[in-house]
T-cell receptor
Framework: EAGVTQFPSHSVIEKGQTVTLRCDPI?????LYWYRRVMGKEIKFLLH????????ESGMPNNRFLAERTGGTYSTLKVQPAELEDSGVYFC????????????FGQGTRLTVV | AQSVTQLGSHVSVSEGALVLLRCNYS??????LFWYVQYPNQGLQLLLK??????LVKGINGFEAEFKKSETSFHLTKPSAHMSDAAEYFC???????????FGAGTILRVKS
């Protein structure tokens, strides 16, 4: 069974550009979570989808970040325009049941904004 | 606010030595607690979790952690380090209200031969 897959694994973009990160959850998992780790800091919650609906987006830092999950399958996280402080590792996780404690994490996307 | 503190951003041990990674939590109510590991170029993998049952929790790869309410600690141990244990380890607590994990800053474990 495939795990949570994230694309790309690394991305280097210039300040002001747009980047889209993608997460493919485990098949059948209705719950999808985004977390991120800004360099050297803690991993922090961004948002939680249940199917295609945003259950909780309280962790989204500002309106430059847009997450979508059309059709309730894969999810994208777009950063537009990217700023230097957006650099870090973005993790996605998915779970069958509505609890992050049962979730499986992907390998993360390392985003570097220069 | 709930928080998790990991003491030591880097820990270095010799192969075969005891591994001790420290984690303290702050919560008015004993939370669920977790240890995750991230090996190079891999995702976060659950090592073990405490969910208010036994205070000594055994996980994968020979790791275990003990929940001590009096010390608000959940330290991770392994009796004998192996080179393959070199990775970054994260302690986390679960916020039931809000369904979120609160992570510590991580500890990089280096194992010397």
């Amino acid at each position: 069974e495939a795990g949570v897959t994230q694309f790309p694994s690394h991305s280097v973009i210039e300040k002001g550009q747009t980047v889209t990160l993608r997460c493919d959850p485990i098949s059948g998992h209705d719950n999808l979570y985004w977390y991120r780790r800004v360099m050297g800091k803690e991993i922090k919650f961004l948002l939680h989808f249940v199917k295609e609906s945003k259950q909780d987006e309280s962790g989204m830092p500002n309106n430059r970040f847009l997450a979508e999950r059309t059709g309730g399958t894969y999810s994208t996280l777009k950063v537009q325009p990217a700023e230097l402080e957006d650099s870090g590792v973005y993790f996605c996780a998915s779970s069958q049941y509505d609890s992050i404690t049962e979730a499986f994490f992907g390998q993360g996307t390392r985003l570097t904004v220069v | 606010a709930q928080s998790v503190t990991q003491l030591g951003s880097h820990v270095s041990v010799s192969e075969g030595a005891l591994v001790l990674l420290r984690c303290n939590y702050s919560s008015s109510v004993p939370p669920y607690l977790f240890w995750y590991v991230q090996y190079p170029n891999q995702g976060l993998q659950l090592l073990l979790k405490y969910t208010s049952a036994a205070t000594l929790v055994k996980g994968i790869n020979g790791f275990e952690a003990e929940f001590k309410k009096s010390e608000t600690s959940f330290h991770l141990t392994k009796p004998s380090a192996h080179m393959s244990d070199a990775a970054e380890y994260f302690c986390a607590s679960y916020m039931e209200y809000g369904n979120k994990l609160v992570f510590g800053a991580g500890t990089i474990l280096r194992v010397k031969s």
